[in-house]
């Protein structure tokens, strides 16, 4: 079991389906009302590139991807669509804050808010596109600083001074693996095929 740090088709991917999924449980209570808990500190996403398959050619480079995944075996990185990016089109060094300087610390790892001050989720990103990562200390771009693009965490030669806020923007990919590991494939005509399920599941951190 290994991570191939290969992206999916993107041409496929940004036609399929999904997004992220949680586990809740709700309990109905006799007088009517209900008690909730959430399993999960944080969300899975699950898609389905079966959506996304236009032509045999297409189907083809799909089949070619899976075969040398071998299935549910190895991971691979997604990209998704609608969340893939540290702010908007362009990220910015200010988008996220990823840390508070106390200096000392010369390790910061990349993430996303999602919400506001009620009660935003942070959410690790663990694989982000190469080049495309900027970061700030203190509102002020810097250079000289590394990242590791396996793992999202951000790297200074020099710790940044006590209390200096740690920003980056930046790109990122979905860590993935198939979740099935039979494809079922249909030639609907001579240039064209079709697998009306080809689900993939998010592999946390």
């Known amino acids: 079991m290994t991570f191939h ?5 993107l041409d496929i991917a940004l036609g399929a389906r999904g997004g992220p999924e949680r586990k809740t449980d709700v309990v109905q209570l006799a007088g009517g009302g209900e008690r909730r808990n959430g399993r999960w500190h944080h969300s899975r ?16 480079a799909v089949l070619a ?4 995944r071998r299935g549910r075996l190895h991971g691979f990185l997604w ?4 969340d893939h990016s540290s702010g908007g089109t362009v990220p910015l060094p200010t988008d996220q804050l990823i840390g508070t300087g106390d200096g000392v610390r010369t390790q910061f790892q990349l993430s ?12 690790t990103i663990a694989k982000p596109v190469a080049g495309s990562v900027r970061v700030a200390v ?14 999202g965490v951000v790297g200074f030669a020099v710790a940044p001074a006590s209390g200096a806020a740690v920003t ?8 993935v693996r198939f979740d099935t590991d039979r494809l079922d494939i249909e030639l609907t005509s001579f240039d064209g095929a079709e697998a ?10």
């Open 5 to 9: 740090h290969t992206r999916f088709p």
């Open 45 to 60: 996403r699950r898609y389905n590139a079966g959506y996304g398959v236009k032509s045999r050619a297409d189907m083809q």
């Open 65 to 68: 991807f899976f075969e040398e």
């Open 79 to 82: 990209r998704d669509g609608l």
């Open 112 to 123: 996303k808010r999602y919400g506001s001050a009620f009660d935003p989720y942070l959410r």
């Open 138 to 151: 203190g509102g002020v771009e810097l250079s000289g600083w590394t990242v590791d693009v396996t793992t």
């Open 168 to 175: 980056a923007g930046f790109l990122f990919d979905v860590p």
């Open 196 to 205: 009306p399920s080809i689900p993939l599941v998010e592999i946390l951190p």
